[in-house]
């Protein structure tokens, strides 16, 4: 274990849409320099092999660890409606099969494979974040958020699946909702939120062990 760790946390994604909400889910942690992989001149991008969610958050939190040794923050996180018996889930990315199908590409298909199935379209977001520290164990927290699909898009705010994920008791998609409304109930601010003791500790430990 490193006897002093920079003040830094390296953000092992490369959507701007998770940066963006990243950022302003950590922007309370005092005096932290929070990096984006183009911050650092790293250009990876980690095969997400692995057959969970928290497979795949350990495959790019450990890749990007080793190529930076910062405290490195990594999520892996999907859709999972009920109806399609949990798809998309780990292929939310990919749901389309399709090389460089958009967000509105992917949207429509969820659509598409719900026509016929009966309303309510009950849903359910899942993130789980892996916390690296170099020469540490890897550390994971799970958040998730329930809701219903609906055919029609709504909002502009947020990215993904957002616009069609819908808040019954709010009356509101989660792209309808402000950004501190939308990281107040979502699976990865759940996620992170579960994750901020852990990096209160690591970079402010009792004693200043570090």
């Known amino acids: 274990m490193p006897s002093k760790l920079k003040n830094e946390i390296l953000l092992a994604t490369n959507n701007a849409g998770k940066l963006f909400e990243l950022r302003q889910l950590l922007a309370g942690l005092p005096d932290i320099a929070l990096h984006s992989p183009a911050n650092l001149g790293l250009d990876l991008d980690p095969e997400e092999t692995g057959t969970t969610y928290t497979e795949n958050a350990a495959l790019k939190a450990q890749a990007f660890v080793r190529a930076s040794g910062l405290v490195t923050l990594a999520d892996d996180s999907g859709l999972e409606v009920a109806a399609l018996d949990g798809a998309p ?7 389309t099969g399709t090389a460089g199908a958009s967000d509105t590409d992917r949207r429509h298909a969820l659509i598409a494979n719900l026509a016929g199935a009966p309303r309510p379209w009950s849903a359910r977001f899942v993130a789980v974040v892996a916390l690296a520290v170099p020469g540490e164990e890897l550390r994971f927290f799970r958040g998730e958020c ?65």
């Not at 889930?89 to 749901?95: A, N």
């Not at 979502?186 to 500790?201: I, Q, Y």
């Open 89 to 95: 889930g780990l292929h939310s990315k990919r749901y």
């Open 146 to 210: 329930r809701g219903e699909i609906i055919p029609e898009e709504r909002g502009s705010n947020g990215f993904g699946y957002d616009p069609i994920f819908w808040f019954p008791e709010r009356g509101h998609t989660m792209a309808e909702l402000t950004d501190d409304e939308k990281n107040a109930v979502s699976h990865r601010g759940n996620a992170v939120r579960a994750a901020l003791p852990d990096l209160h500790a690591i970079f402010d430990p009792p004693g200043g062990a570090r």
